[in-house]
């Protein structure tokens, strides 16, 4: 293990990175928070950072100049969470999600690997494209499943990314999660991480989304059948992995960990809105949609003795509290 207590969190107003730098500076790291704050709900976020902790180092700058400040900060790790987040927002402005996503990873991990500064990086289920849509799949009542092999295991790290088309996203989170691990950062196959001070919509986010709708009495329209699956990580979980990543960055530099719920934390959108009692319209398939992706956790469980405790009952059921509290609270 390093001595790790100086670090930046690069999207730290954001919903990972706001509860990650809340994690940290509850064990006493030294916690830098760089974002320009272009997510909804960043902004109140960071606000309530601010209150809880005056003395929080804040970057209101944007990725273009991340080069520039890690050359120059004084930390021992980067978190980098950063990023254009929406597969449909990078149909819309490809551009935009190139010059995020790819450049901007591109800048953080070459100065921080120019220095031997471990950066943990925040990648994505989207990099395997539509090499998961080829896995054959049974049709159950309110969820597809995978049939074979993957049956209860889901997608682990040696399963292919090539070959197939994977969205304007997946191919600049993937271009960021090569250049990370070249420069000997770590990268996390992130599935659906979902928790407190996330604020989803219908682009980004959905459990949050789906939870937000309910609260405000908005209707919700699910995109294809709702038979989609997704497995389900609480951010306390996902908080105490990145915290072992950084304590073992020496270790694991160039790893790539697909980290989510794992198959005892899998959902459907049709099974999330029994549980809310949410009645949905329903809407044509999005493009590129994966019908079932979930991450099989057994790397990142034995190379950082880590495992999710937190279950989906429990962690809606706190979500749903904190989106009752901030809803009232913005009224
Ligand atoms: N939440 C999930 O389920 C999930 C799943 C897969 C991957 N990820 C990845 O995890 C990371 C964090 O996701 P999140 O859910 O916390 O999203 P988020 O939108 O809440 O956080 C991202 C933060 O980055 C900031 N940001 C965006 N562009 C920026 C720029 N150019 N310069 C500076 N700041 C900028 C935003 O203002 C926001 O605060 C992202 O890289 C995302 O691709 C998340």
């Known amino acids: 293990m390093i001595a790790i207590k100086k670090v930046l969190i690069t999207g730290g107003a954001g919903f990972i990175g706001s509860n990650l730098a809340r994690h940290l500076i509850g064990k006493g790291y030294q916690v830098t928070v760089l974002d320009n704050l272009q997510r909804k709900g960043s902004e109140i976020n960071l606000k309530r950072m601010q209150k809880e902790f005056p003395k929080l180092a804040i970057l209101k ?16 790790a980067v978190y980098h969470f950063a990023a254009q987040v929406a597969v449909t927002k990078s149909y819309e402005n490809p551009a935009d999600d190139f010059r995020i996503n790819a450049q901007g990873s591109f800048k953080v991990a070459s100065a921080a690997g120019s220095r031997g500064i471990p950066v943990i990086y925040a990648s994505t289920n989207k990099v395997y494209g539509d090499n998961v849509n ?52 770590i990268a996390n196959r992130f599935s659906c991480i979902y928790g ?18 309910k609260v405000r009495g908005i209707p919700i329209t699910i995109y294809g059948d709702g038979k989609q699956v997704r497995d389900l990580l609480h ?24 980290v989510g719920g794992g198959h005892d934390n899998t959902i459907s959108l049709l099974e999330l809105c029994k549980m809310l009692d949410i009645k949905p319209k329903f809407a044509d398939w999005r493009p590129a ?14 190379m950082l003795n880590w495992k999710p405790e937190v279950s989906v009952k429990e962690g809606i059921s706190r979500m749903s509290a904190w989106i009752n509290k901030i809803v009232k609270e913005m009224e």
């Open 289 to 302: 949609d994966q019908k079932v992706y979930y991450s099989d956790i057994t790397k990142a469980s034995k």
């Open 196 to 213: 407190e001070n996330q604020f989803g919509d219908a682009d980004q986010g959905w459990v949050s989304h789906f939870v937000f709708s």
């Open 61 to 76: 700058d944007d990725l273009d100049n991340a080069d520039k400040i890690v050359q120059k900060l004084d930390v021992d």
């Open 134 to 185: 080829d896995i054959e799949l049974q049709e159950l009542p309110t969820r597809w499943e995978f049939k074979g092999d993957l049956k209860g295991r889901g997608i682990s790290e040696s399963f292919s990314i090539d070959s197939k088309k994977h969205t304007p996203y997946g191919v600049s989170k993937l271009v960021g999660e090569m250049y990370v691990r070249e420069f000997g950062g």
């Open 235 to 258: 951010i306390q979980d996902n908080v105490r992995l990145l915290e072992q990543e950084g304590l073992n960055a020496k270790k694991l530099k160039g790893e790539v960990f697909c």
